[in-house]
């Protein structure tokens, strides 16, 4: 784990963290967006190969993406003022409801901001206002996006699990969270990890257990904090994923045919083992000393 790199003086540096803290709420906002379009934008682009491929159209021939067009209510059409569009805030304002037509605003997309500024002020207090700071919001961020898009579509998109694993070997070149030769083992390891246990299981049930981009985030996170952090990576995050599951085949009642994405749980465990990977590793050395 990384010495906390300081530019400034503690109390600088809990200054820093807020300011951090107000960027997280602004950059959530631009997460929301992201975690709402980049799924539409895949699917377009899918629906416009497949036409292409069959000798038609494109279905969608407008531009749609990250910047276009303007977020507006889905209800009525209103295009969001910058007023409205203040992180937290304008929820509040407007009572969780359109200005225009009055309809319900999810409260998701506050939770959202508040916890992308929450946990940025955290991380930059944790690893300090320099290089590991910076490059751990990027990890946060990536983390966020692909959380509730998994939840939303049970996909995780190589947009964004590729991009993590480079970032991860990367920013391990120098050793920052890991030495480079534990990074490129953790990512080999992470995706090898997760394939083998999907291919046992499809060996059994003639189906895919989990989805592919389970391996690449795995494979992200082992880049990222090296190959000894896996097994406490995977073991929390079955505990929670089998307590969680367990309770919704219980509450569905459709047993081992209900599909539960294993993502968020991957992207939260991978988190706090990141956050707090001194005291894990400890405890977990004292049950495995060769890790």
Not at 231 to 258: K, Q
Request: charged share 10%.
């Amino acid at each position: 784990m990384p010495e906390p790199t300081l530019l400034f003086a503690p109390a600088g540096e809990f200054a820093i963290s807020l300011i951090a803290g107000l960027f997280g709420l602004l950059f959530g906002s631009f997460l929301n967006v992201v975690i709402h379009r980049l799924p539409k934008m895949m699917q377009r682009e899918s629906d416009n190969y497949c036409a292409v491929e069959a000798g038609k159209e494109e279905p969608h021939t407008t531009r749609y993406n990250l910047m276009v067009p303007r977020s507006a209510c889905p209800h009525c059409q209103h295009q969001i003022t910058a007023l409205e569009n203040i992180p937290v805030l304008s929820y509040l304002v407007l009572r969780g409801k359109c200005s225009s037509c009055k309809a319900p605003i999810s409260a998701r997309y506050p939770a959202i901001e508040a916890l992308t500024g929450v946990l940025s002020a955290l991380v930059v207090w944790h690893f300090g206002s320099g290089w590991a700071g910076l490059s751990g919001l990027l990890f946060l961020y990536l983390l966020i996006a692909m959380t509730f898009i998994d939840f939303d579509t049970q996909l995780l998109p190589d947009d964004l699990t590729y991009p993590l694993i480079w970032a991860g070997l990367l920013m391990n070149v120098n050793g920052t969270f890991a030495t480079l030769h534990d990074a490129v083992i953790g990512a080999a390891a992470g995706y090898l990890a997760l394939w083998s246990v999907n291919w046992a299981y499809k060996l059994v049930r003639h189906r895919d257990g989990m989805g592919y981009g389970d391996f690449k985030l795995l494979a992200a996170l082992g880049a990222w904090m090296g190959w000894a952090t896996l097994p406490a990576i995977v073991l929390m995050s079955s505990l929670v994923g089998s307590v969680v599951g367990i309770a919704l085949m219980a509450i569905n009642r459709r047993g081992f045919d209900l599909q539960i994405p294993f993502g968020p749980y991957l992207a939260a465990a991978g988190l706090i083992v990141f956050l707090y990977q001194e005291p894990i590793m400890a405890f977990t050395r004292s049950f495995y000393p060769y890790l």
